[in-house]
């Protein structure tokens, strides 16, 4: 008797506790909902009653998030009403879908209309099909831009460019691409981290709220290794470029001897030893020269670069 009074006694705060582990398991497991009303058939044509009803399919089961639930008691032209809005409400949903099939003088114009119920804002998604589509293509384009919308509206829209290019981004030391890089990333916090051979790397904490787009533009350093490789090739180029100035000029007296040897030999003197050397030390001297020139510019975009 005891035990049983006791356990009447705590019952209640058992029950108290047992619902809040409940409702917070159901709140941090809570899936997305959309819910898709009817996409109604504006035309006269009895034909796209078959569109009207494997677009339905279509967007009812596709395999990503949201969860779409089909209310067909949800029936709409424009402008949302209260009673649509409660429904919705009562499912969780986060987004209301329908839409409307018409034609037009270019074809058939199919639009989808979506309500975002935690910003109160509708967005459209038109699509006219002027040719021989079948239907099944005509739903699968429409649930392609149905997921890439929702993909914009779910996901961060992130934009990189560095200087110099082709620089790996990571997002917590997974790749995701080079720069310039474009593209969809999940919502949260993250480290975002750029790196490139002879560049130092660079390491940003950043948040993405879904919906949002972050550019950032961003010119790597030269590492320090890459900083005293430099220093070392432009002291190899400038002393080539001397050593090669000085065998020049060195080049450029004996090729001046030569030639007054040659011009002032008397018979019977061998002219044509005396003139090929003469003309030998002479491309000696212009090889050296240019190599002296072509290293000292190599040197000079060296240090600018």
């Not at 009653?49 to 967007?59: G, Q």
């Not at 018979?267 to 030390?281: C, E, I, K, M, Q």
């Amino acid at each position: 008797m005891v035990h049983s009074s006791r356990f009447q006694k705590a019952f209640p705060f058992l029950t108290i506790f047992l619902l809040s582990i409940f409702s917070i398991y159901g709140q941090t497991n809570k899936e997305t909902v959309m819910v898709l009303g009817v996409i109604s058939n504006k035309t006269t044509n009895s034909e796209y009653d078959e569109l009207n009803i494997l677009l339905h399919e279509t967007l009812e089961n596709h395999p990503f998030s949201p969860e779409t639930i089909l209310d067909t008691l949800i029936l709409l032209d424009t402008v949302l009403d209260e009673s649509a809005i409660i429904r919705a409400r009562n499912l969780n949903a986060e987004y209301i879908l329908w839409g409307s099939i018409d034609t037009s003088d270019y074809g058939i114009n199919i639009t989808l209309k979506l309500f975002d119920m935690s910003q109160a804002t509708t967005s459209h998604i038109d699509l006219m099909i002027k040719g021989d589509e079948k239907n099944e293509d005509i739903a699968n384009i429409l649930r392609s831009k149905l997921l890439i919308w929702l993909q914009r509206t779910t996901m961060a829209h992130l934009i990189i460019s560095t200087i110099p290019g082709n620089a790996t981004v990571l997002l917590d030391n997974k790749e995701i691409g080079l720069t310039p890089f474009e593209g969809m990333v999940q919502p949260g916090t993250f480290i975002l981290e750029l790196t490139k051979m002879t560049f130092s790397p660079i390491k940003i904490p950043v948040s993405f709220i879904s919906g949002n787009t972050y550019q950032y533009d961003i010119t790597l350093g030269r590492s320090d290794s890459a900083h005293i490789k430099d220093k070392r090739t432009v002291l190899r180029l400038l002393t080539v470029s001397l050593l090669c100035a000085g065998a020049g000029c060195g080049c450029y007296y004996f090729q001046g001897r030569s030639m007054r040897k040659y011009r002032t030999a008397l018979p019977p003197s061998d002219f044509n030893r005396l003139y090929h050397r003469a003309v030998s030390w002479n491309v000696a001297r212009n090889t050296l020269f240019a190599t002296a020139g072509v290293t000292i510019c190599g040197m000079f975009f060296k240090m600018i670069l």
